[in-house]
């Protein structure tokens, strides 16, 4: 299967500081990156899309000022949480996708944040 | 939009038996995917199994298979000969071409010994 590398794996921070979180694709050229958030007990909810050389889209709720992504190259994909706060407290997960993942659809291994 | 429906919040299962975690999913698409997804305490997501919706044959590896129901929209999992390691949330999802990927609620499987 495809080799997702994530880090940090857990990543604790003061209220008003940002994180930055990668994700690697690491054995396929990922065009696109899904980045899903996922709060206690609840699913995976996707947060934005990025695409390589491009802006991200975010869904709906997602602020795209608080949630940078940048996308510059076929194998790295990165989300900055600017001016995190208490409530951005949760679980960030990474999904590359492009040719060769032949819809497996494989997810890097998460990063658990918490704000205090 | 498209949903995917899992009404068994929490499901348990004596070691060595069998258990079915149900799903049903929405959708007008006729090409797309379905997927089970493992999530244990560690978080991972774990690719369980994945079934094409063109392919009438039921997926199927190793203890893990599927029951593709196309008509009826639903897609359960069928886990054989428990083991403790199968404990985990079980998520659901379903995806169609050049689109989104969507989940489940999801299923806490607990497995007693």
């Known amino acids: 299967g495809a080799v997702v590398s994530q880090h940090p794996s857990r990543v604790i921070c003061k209220s008003g500081t940002s994180v930055k979180i990668e994700c690697r694709s690491l054995?396929?050229?990922?065009?696109?990156m899904f980045w899903y958030r996922q709060f206690p007990k609840q699913s995976l909810m996707l947060m934005a899309t990025?695409?390589?050389?491009?802006?991200?889209?975010?869904e709906q709720g997602v602020e795209k000022d608080k949630f940078l992504i940048n996308h510059a190259s076929l194998t790295l994909s990165t989300l900055t949480v600017t001016s995190a706060h208490p409530e951005d407290s949760s679980f960030y997960i990474c999904?590359?996708?492009?040719?060769?993942?032949?819809?497996?659809?494989?997810f890097g291994s998460g990063t658990q944040l918490s704000v205090l | 939009a498209q949903t995917v429906t899992q009404s068994q919040p929490e499901m348990s299962v004596q070691e060595a038996e069998t258990v079915t975690l149900s799903c049903t999913y929405d959708?007008?698409?006729?090409?797309?995917?379905l997927f089970w997804y493992k999530q244990p305490p560690s978080r991972q997501m774990i690719l369980v199994i994945r079934?094409?919706?063109?392919?009438?044959q039921n997926a199927t590896e190793n203890r893990f298979s599927v029951n593709f129901q196309k008509a009826a929209k639903s897609f359960s999992l069928k886990i054989s000969d428990s083991q403790l390691g199968d404990a985990a949330m079980y998520f659901c999802?379903?995806?169609?071409?050049?689109?989104?990927?969507?989940f489940g609620q999801g299923t806490r499987l607990t497995i007693n010994p």
């Open positions: 079934q094409e919706a063109y392919k009438q």
């Open positions: 990025s695409n390589e050389g491009s802006k991200a889209t975010y």
């Open positions: 054995d396929f050229q990922a065009t696109t």
């Open positions: 999802a379903y995806k169609a071409r050049a689109q989104k990927l969507v």
């Open positions: 959708t007008s698409e006729s090409d797309y995917y």
């Open positions: 999904r590359p996708g492009g040719m060769g993942t032949n819809e497996k659809l494989f």
